[in-house]
């Protein structure tokens, strides 16, 4: 059976107005047009669906019984098309971004705000992940795309490097290292007590996979899940934490302390994700842009650059 969208305009709008002539004008069709449309449909379907005189045009029983759905799937129809309009003009829609909390905190979340100046219809879901668990998010569609560290490539993902940011020790206004600003080198933190990540944060992972800093005997004194429960043990002075530049900002900002390290110079490269031959939908395009937007805007500090790479470059 083919039974076009043309036929059954045809069929409501004659089923409305009673009359061919009344349908063809409401419809901006000629009337031989609008009636080989009902002939065809009736063909299709395989029964008349008006009874015609001279006078007047009458549903049959058949097409009484058939008006209902026709209504229905024309309305459906017609609210579906207004839904992909209002999507393609990012007047709404709905993102899933997995990210580090870093990023999260200093880029994406600016980013949503300015966005939903411009798109209000526009719906996100921001993901605090991990690499592994960005990447698995993204390879299986549950979120548009990442950005986070990445420690090699990733059959079926598409990455590019965004920004990348030197790891420093961060510490209380009365500890010890306070004592300088000079940057600070690695093995100066031997003798002073360390708070660390866990393990598999990507911020952690960078310290133990540096073939310089490897310390396989060395158990930490305090580890934490996550970023805010670092900031209660530091501000107590309880130790300091080596953290990536743009992690350390909200810390920074309440009034903890940051030396950048040295011998060696560690970085943080955090890459856009996205999955290999999928484009992004207007609405996470439109995110995009506002996140690149709102890395432009960032309060300069020599200790974060953002780069300008293109997609598909190796992950370093």
């Not at 009673?18 to 009636?35: D, E, I, K, M, N």
Request: charged share 20%; aromatic share 6%.
């Amino acid at each position: 059976m083919n039974i076009t969208i043309k036929q059954l305009r045809a069929f409501a709008a004659v089923a409305r107005e009673g009359s061919f002539t009344r349908a063809a004008t409401r419809l901006h069709v000629t009337q031989s047009t609008l009636t080989a449309a009902i002939k065809m449909l009736e063909s299709e379907i395989g029964c008349r669906l008006f009874d015609r005189s001279t006078r007047e045009v009458a549903l049959t029983a058949q097409g009484a019984q058939f008006l209902p759905t026709a209504d229905r799937l024309l309305r459906e129809l017609s609210e579906a098309l207004e839904n992909l309009q209002d999507t393609a003009n990012r007047q709404r829609g709905f993102v899933v971004v997995a990210a580090a909390a870093s990023f999260i905190d200093y880029v994406l979340s600016p980013a949503v705000v300015q966005m939903a100046k411009l798109y209000p219809g526009i719906r996100v879901r921001l993901c605090e992940e991990t690499t592994a668990g960005a990447c698995r998010r993204v390879l299986s569609g549950e979120a548009d795309f990442a950005v986070n560290t990445l420690f090699q490539e990733v059959e079926g993902l598409d990455t590019s490097m965004v920004l990348t940011d030197v790891y420093g020790a961060v510490f209380g206004p009365d500890h010890p290292l306070n004592e300088s600003s000079a940057p600070l080198k690695w093995s100066a933190l031997e003798p002073h007590t360390v708070v660390k990540l866990d393990r598999a944060n990507g911020i952690q992972m960078l310290i133990d996979m540096h073939p310089k800093l490897m310390r396989p005997h060395q158990e930490p004194a305090y580890e934490v899940g996550s970023m805010p429960s670092l900031f209660p043990l530091l501000v107590r002075g309880l130790g300091y934490a080596a953290l990536p530049a743009m992690a350390a900002q909200p810390l920074i900002h309440a009034g903890l302390k940051f030396r950048p390290l040295q011998q060696p110079v560690l970085r943080r490269n955090l890459y856009f994700i996205q999955k290999h031959g999928r484009d992004l939908s207007p609405a996470a395009q439109a995110l995009r842009q506002s996140m690149q937007e709102a890395m432009h805007r960032l309060e300069h500090s020599p200790h974060i650059q953002l780069v300008h790479a293109k997609p598909g470059q190796p992950v370093s």
